[in-house]
């Protein structure tokens, strides 16, 4: 379903732009003094993994999870992940924050910690789902790092949309956000060239795996011309998912593809058992254990409560927010992303909700599988070209036509938001980096290490020591109450695990059960 720009420019719908509502979820490694991931167990000062709304773990017990509420401005979301981040710091002494998506130097997969959530039901339940997760894909995949991005229009946007139409707002969202997701897979790769952070590597990350990397150094593999190895082969990538092409073309054929990858059983996963010297290794053979192992740049989403299944929940309710997943974390800020980064990936979201948004058929899935890997890996190539329906086109080229093609949105922006010409001057400065990708953020920081003749450990850990004193010289306001927050998640984990509970195995058989 299409609505033209000049269609929502003459609406009510317009002065809605202002309200996008924008959450951020970001991954940084715990790493000790000498650069080392962490060893140490989730800092009590920051609450209970499990419970802790604003702070939790990734996969790794080492792998901080950073999460803000919804915010209809970029400021203060920004805002709040800084604040966040400020606390985050005062709580882990001598520790400090890894900025980069590729880890640290780890010399063996057994040094990366599983998350550790309690002895709960729902406590055991993450535990196990990331022991599965570190016997399929191995625990150092696992620890990469990135951000994902929350994106949601307003009710009232979806209210004036639906005016004069026979549709309920449940099916005119789920509609809006497909056409938006398949539209995302067809643009998406604009956002990891100019954004994409992680062209380079330590040896010891891709050692004992394939890969076709070149050597930079005695430490470090890289290739050239990438922008994102966390959205390649080394990193998201799971060959047991690669045939399931999950459809976005509606929601019932997203949730039928979906509960076909969570009821189907993968050889190689069956191989492994589910458990092994008495202890559960895994949640089930499926494809995928859970919905959260579906790997995608881009996933639609709904709130879900705790114990019921989000399949069940999207399917039923529809889709309320889309989470973006190709985020590098940018380097030059602690936070891991940038206010500019924001409006840009507003500004490309937006592209894709005003522009044509046809079914994707199994060759075009096939065709933008392709775009993406080369983006990733010759993405910064001159002489790189991608198929478009117009024949094959330089990368740099049809990102070009892209961002021409998104001014009158940056204008609309503008104009809608009072914040002055912060959407045109984004849209310009990517432009002015498209012209030069050097300047994109994997050709800066490949330039940086070359430049200053270090490693990548060294570049990372010097970069994450000078962060953490740039976060001890800021004063947290408290506005926020991180510190009561964390105080009560730990009481609220407490009392979870003294609840009288079923045993483990009949709650996880109830649990994937569920699925109707």
């Not at 999460?67 to 401005?73: D, E, G, K, L």
């Not at 949601?152 to 707002?169: A, Q």
């Not at 076909?260 to 895994?282: M, P, S, V």
């Not at 940018?330 to 044509?356: A, R």
Request: net charge negative; charged share 25%.
């Amino acid at each position: 379903m299409r609505f033209s720009l000049d269609e929502i420019k003459k609406s009510k719908a317009a002065s809605e732009l202002n309200l996008i509502n924008r959450g951020i979820e970001k991954e940084s490694l715990r790493i000790n003094s000498s650069g080392g991931i962490s060893h140490k167990k989730h800092p009590n000062g920051l609450g209970a993994a499990l419970t802790n709304p604003y702070i939790t773990t990734d996969f790794s017990e080492a792998l901080l999870e950073l999460v803000t509420p919804t915010f209809n401005s970029a400021k203060d979301c920004l805002h709040f992940l800084r604040e966040l981040h400020v606390f985050v710091n005062q709580n882990i002494k001598d520790e400090s924050l890894w900025p980069l998506s590729m880890p640290c130097t780890i010399s063996l997969e057994e040094e990366i910690p599983i998350g550790d959530y309690g002895p709960s039901n729902q406590g055991m339940m993450k535990t196990v789902y990331r022991r599965g997760l570190s016997n399929r894909y191995g625990s150092m995949m696992q620890a990469i790092a990135g951000i994902h991005y929350n994106f949601s229009f307003s009710d009232n946007f979806f209210l004036i949309l639906g005016e004069g139409k026979s549709m309920e707002v449940k099916d005119l969202k789920n509609k809006v956000y497909l056409g938006i997701a398949r539209n995302f897979r067809r643009y998406g790769w604009i956002y990891l060239l100019l954004f994409g952070a992680s062209p380079i590597t330590t040896k010891s990350f891709a050692h004992q795996r394939s890969h076709d990397l070149s050597e930079l150094s005695n430490e470090d593999l890289y290739k050239p011309f990438a922008t994102s190895l966390r959205m390649g082969d080394l990193g998201y990538i799971s060959h047991a998912q690669d045939s399931l092409n999950i459809s976005y073309n509606s929601i019932e054929q997203y949730s039928k593809d979906l509960k076909n990858a969570l009821n189907t059983t993968y050889k190689d996963y069956k191989n492994l058992g589910e458990f092994k010297n008495g202890e559960r290794i895994q949640l089930n053979d499926s494809i995928i254990q859970i919905e959260n192992e579906y790997y995608s740049t881009i996933r639609p989403k709904r709130v879900c409560p705790t114990g019921e299944r989000p399949i069940n929940i999207l399917n039923e309710e529809g889709i309320d927010y889309l989470e973006v997943r190709c985020i590098d974390l940018n380097p030059n800020f602690f936070e891991g992303i940038s206010e500019e980064q924001v409006y840009f990936l507003d500004l490309l979201i937006l592209y894709c909700f005003f522009s044509d948004s046809p079914e994707i058929d199994e060759q075009e899935s096939n065709e933008l599988f392709k775009i993406h890997k080369i983006v990733v890996n010759e993405g910064r190539n001159p002489q790189a070209k991608i198929s478009t329906k117009s024949g094959q086109i330089s990368i740099k080229d049809e990102a070009s036509r892209v961002l021409n093609e998104m001014s009158d949105i940056a204008s609309l922006m503008d104009e809608v938001s009072n914040e002055g010409k912060i959407w045109t001057k984004t849209l310009s400065d990517q432009k002015k980096v498209l012209d030069n990708l050097d300047l994109t953020l994997s050709g800066s920081l490949l330039k940086e290490i070359k430049d200053g003749n270090v490693s990548f450990q060294e570049y990372g850990h010097k970069l994450s020591l000078s962060q953490k004193e740039n976060m001890n010289n800021i004063e947290n306001e408290n506005k926020y109450s991180f510190q009561d927050i964390a105080k009560e998640s730990l009481i609220t984990a407490s009392k979870l695990e003294q609840e009288k509970k079923i045993n483990f195995e009949d709650y996880l058989k109830e649990f994937l059960n569920k699925i109707s």
